[in-house]
Nanobody, 122 residues
Framework: QVQLVESGGGLVQAGGSLRLSCAASGSIFSINVMGWYRQAPGKQRELVAKTTDGGSTNYADSVKGRFTISRDNAKNTVVLQMNSLMPEDTAVYYC????????????????WGQGTQVTVSS
C-alpha cells in the first residue's frame, strides 16, 4: 500500500503565503505524476497544479503566477508554494499521486492524501 501525508495548511490573511508538502511512502516503484487538487464547500474537486517525473508542470489558470509546484523524485515528495493568497483559494487541498508499485505492473494506480485545510481571510 501507499500513503500520502500532507502538511502545511492553515489560516492566513489575504496576500499571505503558505507552503504545502506531501510525502509518499510505501510500495512505490515510480511515481508518474504528483499534484495538488482542492475542493471548496459546495464545489467539485479541481486541479491546482501537477508535475510529472520528467519535470513538466500544469497549473490551473486561477493560480498561475501565484503558486509554484516542485518535486523531489528521489524522496517522493511534492511541495506547493502558494503566494498572494486570496479568499477564493480557501479549500481543502489534496495531494495526488499516480504511480506503479513494481516494474512489471501495467498501468498506474491513483492515490490521495487525507486533505489539509487552507483558509484565507479577507
Amino acid at each position: 500500500q501507499v500513503q500520502l501525508v500532507e502538511s502545511g495548511g492553515g489560516l492566513v490573511q489575504a496576500g499571505g503565503s503558505l507552503r504545502l508538502s506531501c510525502a509518499a511512502s510505501g510500495s512505490i516503484f515510480s511515481i508518474n505524476v504528483m499534484g495538488w487538487y482542492r475542493q471548496a464547500p459546495g464545489k467539485q474537486r479541481e486541479l491546482v497544479a501537477k508535475t510529472t517525473d520528467g519535470g513538466s508542470t500544469n497549473y490551473a489558470d486561477s493560480v498561475k503566477g501565484r503558486f509554484t509546484i516542485s518535486r523531489d523524485n528521489a524522496k517522493n515528495t511534492v511541495v506547493l508554494q502558494m503566494n498572494s493568497l486570496m479568499p477564493e483559494d480557501t479549500a481543502v487541498y489534496y495531494c495526488n499521486a499516480r504511480l506503479k508499485h513494481s516494474a512489471t505492473e501495467w498501468g498506474l494506480y491513483n492515490y490521495w492524501g487525507q486533505g489539509t485545510q487552507v483558509t484565507v481571510s479577507s
